[in-house]
């Protein structure tokens, strides 16, 4: 892939190490203060019921409801990857705590912004849509885990398609479950979890126009920038082949 120019924006970072490109979320922020923050919060609520009159016990309950869901989002914040993506001279790969997975450039027919119509108008998301040409290296390599993660976070995106087929006159339906069995056009048969998958990106690319779902939690910077670095990355790579 040679030398690529990542511009960094504010405090996110994009590693370049050799040929290898590693980006940090911008979810991966302040996971340490936040919980530093709310242990300072839960001892400063445990005083506060300790020490207060009965009648401002409400408030020092409220104050540890809160102090312990600082602790919690810090928690998680701290449990994510250090980087969200890596992109090297082959592929792609996509890193979550739930699991990975990783796509050949060769595997990736489109790359860009997805739009919702409405009415005559088309509006963009904040997302970052990828298209493949075959599910086969996907399905065959990504794990349960990381598969239900994504279902789970589609839902309101896949909602909101819904609710714009609903507009047109057309709606789908009302299930948001997939069928638990997939074959591929090569013939593989998948069940459980991957095959909800498969199922699932074929209904958001019939939405939308793209199997795969950046969100902009998970990059570090613009969407359209980002955009921009997988298509140059994605050149350089098929220059090579």
Known sequence: MGRIDVPVTGAFLAVIMSDII?????VKRNGFT???AGMVALFLSAMWLVWMPEILKLA???LTSASLVTILIGWLKIREPAYSFELTPDKFTYLHRFGSYSLDWNNIQRVDIPRLHTGLSHEPLEL??????????????????????????QRPLLLQAQRQQCVGGGC???????????????????????AMLAHRMQRMR??????LYLYASELDREEREF???????????????
């Open 22 to 26: 590693r980006i940090r979320a911008g």
């Open 34 to 36: 936040l919980c530093l």
């Open 60 to 62: 020092g309950i409220f």
């Open 128 to 153: 970052v849509g990828i298209r493949l040409k075959h599910y086969a290296p996907l399905l065959d390599n990504i794990s349960p885990r990381l598969a239900s993660n994504i279902l789970m976070q």
């Open 172 to 194: 789908y339906s009302d299930s948001l479950i997939e069928d638990d069995s997939f074959k591929s056009p090569e013939g593989k048969v998948y069940r459980g979890m991957i």
């Open 206 to 211: 019939e939405a939308f126009g793209y199997d």
């Open 227 to 241: 955009v921009e670095l997988l298509k140059s990355c994605q050149q350089k790579a098929l220059e090579h082949y």
